[in-house]
């Protein structure tokens, strides 16, 4: 973990059900979520309060909204509104070169960990970040997280201004952070204030091939399924 960043206060498990409960919810909804439904009321009954009460707000929310208006609001939400979006390297790169560096990161990550993304889909994704904490390693996702808290909380504060459903499932993810400190206060302040950058180029960077080491027999990275850490909340 890099110097500077505190370490999560909630255990390990608590961390993986918290991040998979939030990464299915903020995923498209389909009927396959709402079959997980039951697995999620179960993970959130084993979460502190703070984490476990927006989770159980929006829930609530799923369960009396027809599943044509859930989806109806996400994509209004997320693909309707810039200021909503839940790729987190926009807030402070938008659509510049400098982002494709960033997002070639989260891709390193991954890779490190045997797991790889389709081509349709960009690893920066709030739900991709969580997953793949949840399911493969709980500190270089906080280590993510962190670096991109800023893009974090403004996608919550986004969400909350909106009148969101989906922003209690970001207060469950802010959550699990620790208190911001000055410095990550005053970063969300100036990305609030600035916006994103506006220079629209290609965001596939430029890197040597060693830059990014193939590992053994690479797995998909989904988006997102439930691992077994969330199965586990059964019990």
């Given amino acids: 973990m890099s110097k500077g960043h505190p370490r999560p206060k909630l255990a390990d498990r608590e961390l993986r059900l918290a991040w ?4 299915l919810l903020m995923s498209y909804p389909d009927q396959e979520l709402l079959d997980t439904l039951p697995l999620i009321q179960g993970a959130a009954a084993r979460l502190p309060a703070a984490v476990s009460d927006p989770l159980r707000a ?6 009396r909204t027809p599943l044509s208006q859930l989806a109806e609001a996400f994509v209004t939400t997320f693909d309707h509104q810039r ?4 790729y987190l390297t926009y807030f402070e790169h938008g659509d510049t070169r400098n982002r494709g560096v960033a997002l070639l ?3 390193t990550a991954y890779r490190a960990h045997g797991m790889l993304l389709s081509d349709s889909e960009l690893p920066d994704h709030l739900a991709v970040v969580l997953e793949f904490g949840a399911i493969a390693d709980t500190l270089a996702a906080w280590e993510l997280l962190m670096n991109h808290r800023a893009g974090v909380e403004l996608l919550r504060l986004a969400l909350t201004d909106l009148g969101s459903p989906w922003a209690h499932v970001a207060d469950a993810v802010c959550a699990t952070f620790p208190p911001m400190r000055g410095d990550d206060r005053d970063a969300v302040m100036r990305l609030a204030a600035q916006g994103p950058p506006a220079e629209e180029v290609g965001l596939a960077p430029f890197a040597p091939p060693e830059y990014m080491p193939e590992t053994s027999r690479p797995v998909p990275l989904p988006m997102p399924t439930y691992s ?3 199965r586990g909340a059964r019990t």
Avoid at 83 to 86: D, G, I, L, N
């Fill in 228 to 230: 077994p850490s969330l």
């Fill in 58 to 63: 929006f829930l609530d929310h799923v369960q």
């Fill in 105 to 107: 990161r989260f891709k």
């Fill in 20 to 23: 998979q409960s939030a990464s």
């Fill in 83 to 86: 200021r909503c979006c839940p």
